[in-house]
């Protein structure tokens, strides 16, 4: 038996890098609303750890209830779950392993206060491991392995504010990342004709104090993003790489939207009009073999973009594939993302499509599935 958990604050303990750390009151909701995500991938007769028993179940089964009258069947629904508040006792000996959101300083310890211990939990060498390879720095050294012919993407680690300065005199406009953030956060963008009136003393005080905070400040051109996406995978404890589909997803500013559900080749048809389906199986192979998650185990994604080819006006678009390239590693998530909770209720049916979204209605975040006609 598995013991699930959702705890959607793991990017900000990451950053946090504390054993006793109390998430802000938005992951705190989080967690309490969708408690009961991990059903959706559970195996019969696993175990949800909820906050909230009752309310988890009524959202667990609102949720069942949309995907039946959308007709997207999914086999979660013949499984047999158990969503447990984690005031209940709980027996370890029938726990053959745990598998949170992401493993971090902070859930370990929880679990630790619960009663677990190792080999359920990783050692805190392992724990330190998976941190370090949760740093954007992964995602910029894998980058130039998967450069290739219609990609495009740069990324450079900065531990001053000097360096900063020096990448955007040389590319005008830079996409600015705290080495551990979450949706958004963490992210800013600098256009060097805009740092008029203070917005540059504001902007390098922002990266100075990343820097001492974090370590170091990672700094990427910008480009003109035509369409987000990634690529879902899993690692074994073997070391090897699964891949599991493609991801279609929608951020504002950087902050996550939601997910499109559709089948596979639905997906691919979409990304095709594009880049080349070729390109992406290169891509996906090259991560497969290239990628070395030094004893990692478990689900992660892999971010991409596709870009215009050429410096476009903000309020221009493109949709010519002639004038598209793939940035193909904008991040590395190191944990399930929602691109894994979209391929667990996508339908089997090329003629149905829907969207599935996170929102904040009635003092409560909750997973919207609407169908797309």
């Not at 991938?41 to 949800?48: H, K, S, V």
């Not at 726990?95 to 959101?101: C, D, E, K, M, Y």
């Not at 619960?114 to 939990?121: K, N």
């Not at 495009?152 to 680690?157: D, K, P």
Request: aromatic fraction near 8%; charge should be neutral.
């Amino acid at each position: 038996m598995t013991l699930h958990i959702f705890n959607p604050e793991h990017d900000i303990a990451l950053a946090s890098n504390l054993s006793n750390f109390t998430a802000p009151h938005a992951g705190r909701q989080l967690r309490n609303d969708l408690g009961f995500l991990p059903a959706l991938w559970a195996e019969d007769g696993d175990q949800i750890l909820v906050e909230h028993e009752e309310s988890a179940i009524k959202a667990y089964y609102r949720v069942c209830h949309r995907l039946e009258k959308l007709g997207i069947t999914a086999s979660h629904s013949s499984r047999s779950v158990q969503l447990l508040s984690k005031k209940r006792p709980f027996s370890h000996q029938e726990t053959a392993r745990i598998q949170p959101w992401g493993w971090d300083k902070a859930i370990r310890r929880e679990l630790e206060r619960m009663g677990f211990s190792e080999p359920l939990l990783p050692t805190m060498e392992l724990t330190e491991r998976i941190r370090m390879l949760s740093h954007r720095r992964t995602s910029a050294q894998l980058l130039p392995q998967l450069q290739t012919e219609g990609t495009v993407g740069e990324a450079f680690e900065c531990t001053t504010y000097d360096e900063v300065a020096e990448l955007l005199n040389r590319y005008d406009r830079l996409v600015l990342k705290a080495p551990w953030s979450s949706s958004g956060r963490g992210v800013r963008f600098c256009d060097a004709a805009r740092l008029v009136n203070g917005e540059e003393l504001v902007m390098k005080n922002w990266v100075r104090n990343v820097i001492n905070t974090q370590g170091s400040m990672m700094a990427e051109p910008y480009f003109n993003k035509v369409k987000d996406f990634g690529m879902e995978f899993s690692a074994d404890d073997e070391g090897h790489i699964h891949y599991l589909g493609l991801s279609l997803f929608h951020t504002v500013n950087g902050a996550y939207e939601g997910n499109t559900l559709a089948t596979e080749s639905t997906k691919m048809g979409i990304i095709s009009r594009y880049i080349p389906v070729n390109l992406l199986e290169n891509i996906k192979q090259n991560i497969i073999s290239k990628l070395n998650l030094d004893g990692y185990v478990g689900p992660f994604g892999v971010d991409m973009m596709i870009c215009a080819a050429e410096r476009l006006k903000d309020n221009e678009k493109t949709t010519n594939d002639k004038r598209c390239l793939l940035h193909p590693c904008v991040e590395i998530n190191l944990r399930r993302t929602m691109g894994h909770v979209a391929l667990c209720i996508s339908p089997t049916d090329d003629d149905i499509r829907g969207v599935m979204r996170v929102i904040y209605d009635d003092n409560h975040y909750k997973l919207k599935i609407n169908k797309l006609r």
